[in-house]
Structures are given as C-alpha cells and as structure tokens.
T-cell receptor, first 115, second 114 residues
Framework: AQSVTQPDIHITVSEGASLELRCNYS??????LFWYVQSPGQGLQLLLK??????LVQGIKGFEAEFKRSQSSFNLRKPSVHWSDAAEYFC?????????????FGKGTTLSVSS | NAGVMQNPRHLVRRRGQEARLRCSPM?????VYWYRQLPEEGLKFMVY????????ESGMPKERFSAEFPKEGPSILRIQQVVRGDSAAYFC????????????FGSGTQLSVL
C-alpha cells in the first residue's frame, strides 16, 4: 500500500537550534517527493521537491531535504530555526505525470519554536 | 498573477443543507484537484478534473459529493445534505498540466456543519 509516515506528531525546537523532520514513504513506483508547510488558517506552500538527480535538494526559507532510497526516507532539515518557522509540515509522495496524479500526504508534524 | 482562489474561506451549514465550494485555478491552469483535510489528519485526495472532464474521482465519497470544472468559470465541489462528519478544510490545487511539478494550492474553505 502506498503511504507516507511522519513519525513525529509534534516537535518543539529552540530558536536558533537545528531541525530535522522525519518522513518515510511506501510507494510502488519511482517516488516524487514533496515537503509543504501550512501556517494556521493558510493553504499549503511548497518548500521543496525531489524528482531526480542530486539527492540533497534545497528549498525556500533555508530548508533542505535528503532523499535516501535505501531507507525510503525524505527528511527535512534546517540548520537554524526561526520563530516564524512555527507551522505544520507535510511530507507527500506522488507520481510526476499521468492521470491520477494525486499526492499522498502524511499526517503532518507540528513545529513549535521556543525562545 | 493571482494564485489559486477559493471561496468562501469559511462556510457554515446546518445538517441537511447543501454546500458549494468554489475554486478558481491560476491563470493558464486547466487541471484542478480537490483535497479534504480532517482535523489532525493530512490531506486526502478527493477528485482530479481537467476542463469539463473528471479524470479521477477515486477519493470522492460515492454519495452526496460531486465536482465539476466547466469550460467557463470556477471548479465547484458540491456536497448535498451535509452531515457533521463533512466538517473539514477543503483545499483546491491547480496545475498547468498533468504533473505535480507545478502544483499550487489555494488557502482552503473551512466547512463547519452545525
């Protein structure tokens, strides 16, 4: 079955500390992977995506993620967290093209930033 | 270049009423996706439409829910005879082609059923 697991429901990080949000997936075909961020009352904003090539991808707002095929993981990282990063983060997997290009989302990880 | 526009932002309905959610895709986008987000859950795919056609409705409940994307005008997600379990955030996303590479999400419609 195709699925995305985000093991951590809620994480609290001190401002300025590093961050890693975990994402594991189960997908039959070549996975195309995404991280989205959702601020309260807002829609989803794409942070970064991986389709092919370099397994370390850079995104907006200083985020990066590394695709590890052997571990079926696509963890999101940021070296120094800012208070404005507090939000909910969703990992998603899907096909790039073709009919039924629906994304499968994880349940999300809520990030709180303490001062 | 306006993003994906959804309205209303908040919609309150009583049980048994109809809910109509609208989504105007980004300019030049002819592919629309609807997702539903239940409390403390991730987004779940509902339906994928291309102008005037439903491409994939595998995530749509069989009863009471329907979607359309006419040649002119916004995409509409319609829920008939709403029940409390329909309370959720409904998100629309659009894309210029059948690809996830250029997928943009709207801010969602929060449906509350009393």
């Amino acid at each position: 079955a195709q699925s995305v697991t985000q093991p951590d429901i809620h994480i609290t990080v001190s401002e300025g500390a590093s961050l890693e949000l975990r994402c594991n997936y189960s997908y039959g075909a070549t996975p195309y992977l995404f991280w989205y961020v959702q601020s309260p009352g807002q829609g989803l904003q794409l942070l970064l995506k991986y389709f092919s090539g370099d397994t370390l991808v850079q995104g907006i707002k200083g985020f990066e993620a590394e695709f590890k095929r052997s571990q079926s993981s696509f963890n999101l990282r940021k070296p120094s967290v800012h208070w404005s990063d507090a939000a909910e983060y969703f990992c998603a997997v899907g096909p790039q093209v073709g009919a039924g290009t629906a994304l499968i989302f994880g349940k999300g990880t809520t990030l709180s930033v303490s001062s | 270049n306006a993003g994906v526009m959804q309205n209303p932002r908040h919609l309150v309905r009583r049980r048994g009423q109809e809910a109509r959610l609208r989504c105007s895709p980004m300019k030049g986008h002819s592919h629309v996706y609807w997702y539903r987000q239940l409390p403390e859950e991730g987004l779940k795919f509902m339906v994928y439409l291309q102008k005037e056609n439903i491409i994939d409705e595998s995530g749509m409940p069989k009863e009471r829910f329907s979607a359309e994307f006419p040649k002119e005008g916004p995409s509409i997600l319609r829920i008939q005879q709403v029940v409390r379990g329909d309370s959720a955030a409904y998100f629309c996303a659009s894309s210029p082609a059948a690809t996830n590479e250029k997928l943009f999400f709207g801010s969602g419609t929060q449906l509350s059923v009393l």
